[in-house]
Nanobody, 125 residues
Framework: QVQLVESGSGSVQSGGSLTLSCAAS????????MGWFRQAPGEEREGVAS???????IYADSVKGRFTISLDNAKNTLYLQMNSLKPEDTATYYC???????????????????WGQGTQVTVSS
């Protein structure tokens, strides 16, 4: 069992930056596959970025070059640094984790068992 708690919600203007954090706790005794997802009102949840503990990352095309995912293994904390934010980045952002996710599925919400409660990001134009 893994518990995930996101923080770092906020409202910024277009072009601004924001960093989200996700603290993992619980029975973490092996490698975690973790990811950030987002869901805008009326839209399906979509993958933003994924990382494995050894550092391999995957990004959605819509955020490549603007967002950076990172993982502090010592603190079991996941981060998402978001730069050059756009209004279309407005959504509730969720972190997710599981003990195994195949490479091809790492941006699919259905591939993860454990989820945080979500944190709101609003970008105004």
């Amino acid at each position: 069992q893994v518990q995930l708690v996101e923080s770092g919600s906020g409202s910024v203007q277009s072009g601004g930056s924001l960093t989200l954090s996700c603290a993992a706790s619980g029975n973490i005794n092996s490698k975690l596959y973790m990811g950030w997802f987002r869901q805008a009102p009326g839209e399906e949840r979509e993958g933003v970025a994924s990382i494995v503990s050894e550092g391999r990352t995957i990004y959605a095309d819509s955020v490549k070059g603007r967002f950076t995912i990172s993982l502090d293994n010592a603190k079991n904390t996941l981060y998402l640094q978001m730069n050059s934010l756009k209004p279309e980045d407005t959504a509730t952002y969720y972190c997710a984790a599981d003990f195994w996710v195949p490479f091809s599925a790492r941006l699919r919400p259905t591939a993860y068992l454990y989820w945080g409660q979500g944190t709101q990001v609003t970008v105004s134009s």
